[in-house]
T-cell receptor
């Protein structure tokens, strides 16, 4: 079974600061990787995903993530955060084949961006 | 596109009653739907996988007789919490996947807050 670790539970940044949220996973095979965001009072939305190919993935709203296979990591980055990026961010993985496309989520990182 | 709705958004019920939550894919046909549970300040935990026209597959530790799942059409799945108790109070979230390929993305509904008194 796969597992996902997000080491930063709460992050507070000032506007324009750079962001990096850590995500590490544990699984014996190839995985699909996702970052989801949940804005206050809203449902989970897909930020970006990695299935194969270029390990640097660009998503919506200026976010990107880099898959480093040797480190089992898929960290989320944004060069300059905005107040509107305040939200909870979830990293998730699913087996590349088999496993029924079941997602395993990390515990989430609550990001607060201050003006 | 890829919108998933849930109804109701909030429900309060008495202990011992049953509650049905609906999950609909509004603009696509969902061959597979998933049901998750989210406890306060915790992550989403997968409860079961629901495939249209077949029995749901439950995760270990999830009581299939308590959490009844029906996926009668390609756009609707329902979760019924039977004989609800206060410990069933939680945030229930569904997601839907359009195709069969393992690389397809899941799209999430807004969730249903269940409070059992």
């Amino acid at each position: 079974a796969q597992s996902v670790s997000q080491h930063n539970h709460h992050v507070i940044l000032s506007e324009a600061a750079s962001l990096e949220l850590g995500c590490n996973y544990s699984y014996g095979g190839t995985v699909n990787l996702f970052w989801y965001v949940q804005y206050p009072g809203q449902h989970l939305q897909l930020l970006l995903k990695y299935f194969s190919g270029d390990p640097l993935v660009k998503g919506i709203k200026g976010f990107e993530a880099e898959f480093i296979k040797s480190k089992f990591s898929f960290n989320l980055r944004k060069p300059s955060v905005q107040w509107s990026d305040t939200a909870e961010y979830f990293c998730a993985v699913s087996p590349f084949t088999g496993g029924g496309n079941k997602l395993t989520f990390g515990t989430g990182t609550q990001l607060k961006v201050e003006l | 596109g890829a919108v998933v709705s849930q109804h109701p958004s909030r429900v309060i019920c008495k202990s011992g009653t049953s509650v049905k939550i609906e999950c609909r894919s509004l603009d696509f046909q969902a061959t597979t739907m998933f049901w998750y549970r989210q406890f306060p300040k915790q992550s989403l935990m997968l409860m079961a996988t629901s495939n249209e026209g077949s029995k749901a597959t439950y995760e270990q530790g999830v009581e299939k007789d308590k959490f009844l799942i029906n996926h009668a059409s390609l756009t609707l799945s329902t979760l019924t919490v039977t004989s609800a108790h206060p410990e069933d109070s939680s945030f229930y979230i569904c997601s839907a996947r359009e195709g069969e390929v393992s690389t397809d993305t899941q799209y999430f509904g807004p969730g249903t807050r269940l409070t059992v008194l």
